[in-house]
Nanobody, 124 residues
Framework: QVRLVESGGGSLQTGGSLKLSCAVS????????MAWFRQGSGKEREGIAT???????TSAYSLKGRVKISHDDATNTLYLTLHGLHPGDTAMYYC??????????????????WGRGTQVTVSS
């Protein structure tokens, strides 16, 4: 069982940046894909970025140029950095770990473990 705990959310201003952390513990497989998702009020959960064992990172097309995902092997912590914030970025942000048998994707159903999320609110 993988345990994921997000932190770093809060209230931010338009134009600012955020860096979220996700502490990963429990049984982890080197084949797992890790990802960040977000879900705004009344919206579907949206994949933001993924990273795999080869440190191959992908980001959602709509966020390209603004988002970066990274993983610190020493602390087993997943990070998400997002620049150029605007109110549309307001959402609950979740980290997730995938099924080792599946490649990285932006499909929430491909992920088996989820954190409880951290709220990010961006005001104009």
């Amino acid at each position: 069982q993988v345990r994921l705990v997000e932190s770093g959310g809060g209230s931010l201003q338009t134009g600012g940046s955020l860096k979220l952390s996700c502490a990963v513990s429990g049984y982890t497989s080197g084949n797992m894909c890790m990802a960040w998702f977000r879900q705004g009020s009344g919206k579907e959960r949206e994949g933001i970025a993924t990273i795999d064992m080869y440190v191959s990172a992908t980001s959602a097309y709509s966020l390209k140029g603004r988002v970066k995902i990274s993983h610190d092997d020493a602390t087993n912590t997943l990070y998400l950095t997002l620049h150029g914030l605007h109110p549309g970025d307001t959402a609950m942000y979740y980290c997730a770990s995938g099924d080792p048998r599946r490649p990285c994707s932006f499909v929430s159903g491909d992920y088996v473990s989820w954190g409880r999320g951290t709220q990010v609110t961006v005001s104009s």
